[in-house]
């Protein structure tokens, strides 16, 4: 075979090379282009178990000002130290440890000694390790109006005390609701469930936070108000947005305060098969100077991990002893008068 022919098939073998290799880069990218699953009713399929697998604080450390965002290192500096953290909470206690100080307040240090496992992460959203959840104002932190009020602070400010009877103590307290207005809207909260029908989703959250919503349907009168709002829903391409009002004043809740003029306009954006971006905003005029924007990144909780209810129990019980022990308390105050 002469030169010609030789450099001819070698020609030949190249293009022929070059070809299967970009015929086989096509059909692994054709096989690696994910789709937004749909439901049985053709709209996106959020279902499942979620959870928020993130340390990040809703408000970011005023320490930090205007920072946005951590380097990677600085990022993995802190989820290493959350690491060795959480390491150390299963260590057994020292046995010759001293008792704490007479008159110390004793907390719930067992309860969170024997928590499920906290959050280590920190949230990266668009490649980016953000240092609080609140996106919007640019310091990261909630916009509260000096000297705004809640129901609760209303009640404390016209001179009744905190153990006056049932209704001035935390609604989770009394059983009716445990937690901030909406499944996410603040820690603990950060396992949720979704449940999809045609024209209803269930967003329902490990403490029991509830939220029904109502797909393209209207918000009902003004004058009727929810423990956990009115929302109305509807899929914005493949995003499912919120809009809920109607919150009872008595929602308030200490992290995030509230009236009954709150509302909050969420959305849920699948953006991988395990990944689910949660942003929502918050606007009430009588506690905050401008409305402010969270988001938050969710994963699907791993095959076998469970989500169990935390059913309100002790509080059933419980209320009356706290109201018992405060009317026990005035007693022997006024006979040591």
Known sequence: ????????????????????????????????????PRTEYGQPDLQGYWFITSQTPLERPESLGDKKFYTEAEARALEEAALEAESNRYLPLDANRPPPPAGALIGQEADINFAPERSTKIARVNGEYRTSRIIYP???????????????????????????????????ERCISWGSQLPLVSDPFRTLQIVQTS????????????QLVKLNGEHMPAKIKKWAGDSIGKWNEDSLEIHTTNFRAANSYHRVPSTDELEISEAYTLISENELLYRFTVNDPNIYSEPFTV???????????HFYEAVCHEGNYSLPGILAGARRAEVDAEASN
Do not use: C
Request: glycine residues 10%.
């Open 295 to 305: 988001e938050v990144p969710l994963e699907r909780m791993p095959e076998g991990d």
């Open 138 to 172: 640019a310091n990261g932190r909630l916009p509260l109006i000096a000297g705004a009020r809640d129901l609760y602070q209303r009640w404390l400010d016209d001179g009744h005390g905190a153990f006056d009877g049932p209704e001035i103590r935390p609604y989770g």
């Open 199 to 210: 024209d209803h989703i269930v967003l329902f959250g490990e403490f029991g936070v509830k």
């Open 1 to 36: 075979m002469n030169n010609k022919k030789v450099n001819i098939a070698r020609q030949l073998f190249h293009t022929m090379i070059i070809s299967l290799v970009f015929a086989s880069n096509s059909i692994l990218a054709a096989e690696s282009v994910w789709t937004v």
